[in-house]
């Protein structure tokens, strides 16, 4: 079992940062990937960036130049640097981490981007 928490969310202004981190415990060990996906009202989850054990770290185009991912290895802590924000990215962010045989996600934190 995987146990993510995530956190960092909250409302800013457009044009705006913000840095979302997702802690993970418990049987990390099969990890292969971790992802940020993010669902805004009525809409469905989208995918937002996937970033590979030791590999490739791969953007929507709609966050490409504004948003950077990385992972602390030693941490077991996943961050999301989102800059120059936009109101269209307002949703709710999961952090997700992906075995070879299920997913686990986080409970959601709220990014709010507004004036």
């Known amino acids: 079992q995987v146990q993510l928490m995530e956190s960092g969310g909250g409302l800013v202004q457009p044009g705006g940062s913000l840095r979302l981190s997702c802690a993970a415990s418990?049987?990390?060990?099969?990890?292969?990937?971790m992802t940020w996906h993010r669902q805004a009202p009525g809409k469905q989850r989208e995918l937002v960036v996937t970033i590979i054990n030791g590999g490739s770290t791969n953007y929507a185009d709609s966050v490409k130049g504004r948003f950077t991912a990385s992972r602390d290895y030693a941490k077991n802590t996943m961050y999301l640097q989102m800059n120059n924000l936009k109101p269209e990215d307002t949703a709710v962010y999961y952090c997700n981490a992906r075995e070879a045989t299920r997913d686990y996600w986080g409970q959601g934190t709220q990014v709010t981007v507004s004036s």
């Open positions: 418990g049987s990390i060990f099969s990890i292969y990937a």
